[in-house]
């Protein structure tokens, strides 16, 4: 009986993740993205080597999210069979009352998963909040500036549609920010100069997901 309950609830939870990840593809996104490279590209902004690279981990992406439709109606023939199992074996919908009830249950919350996230770097305490918005596909602002010796938090927040994130090589300070939601980090300490940071998925630094960091003395 708890082996069947276990055994369902993990598949309607692996369906639902592929059904959402397979209708919302963000095609939108990938598009505009590649839209963005083509502007670049005839202002010589990037070269036409760039350019073909950054399209092709684009298509990549694009075919990964779109290639999910025969998991999805894999899991849910998988899922049809252990329903019509379960009942045969007394616990369906004449059996113990628990599949009756799960209505009212919660599903677990999906959106926020992200493979690539770590934990982000702690807030500092007393330290200035910088806010900046990440947007398909750029930072707003795209030039942040602080002085040398201060405590900064950056307020990152993804405004876009898919996920992103900010990278400064140089301080080894990275980000990840699912769409809609917000994260504070503390910004490591650095000596006077420019520093770029970028969005590091798949296209999205060519695509003009870029901006600078200046420590002023």
Known sequence: MLLWMVAFWVLVVAVAVAAVSWLFPKEGAVAQARRLLRERLARGEITEAEYRE??????????????????VALLLLALLALVLAGMGSGWGMHGPGW???????????????????????????GGRLVPVVLVDFGFRPAELRVKAGEVVNLRLRNSGQILHDLYVPALGFRVTVPPGQEVVAGLPEAAPGSYEFYCTLPGHREAGMRGTLVVEP
Request: charged fraction near 20%.
């Open 99 to 125: 599949m009756r009830g799960m209505g009212g249950m919660p599903m677990p919350h999906m959106s926020g998963w992200d493979r690539r996230a770590g934990p982000p770097p702690p807030s500092r305490p």
């Open 54 to 71: 950054a399209v092709r981990a684009l298509s990549a992406s694009g075919k990964a999210e779109r290639g999910l439709a025969p998991v």
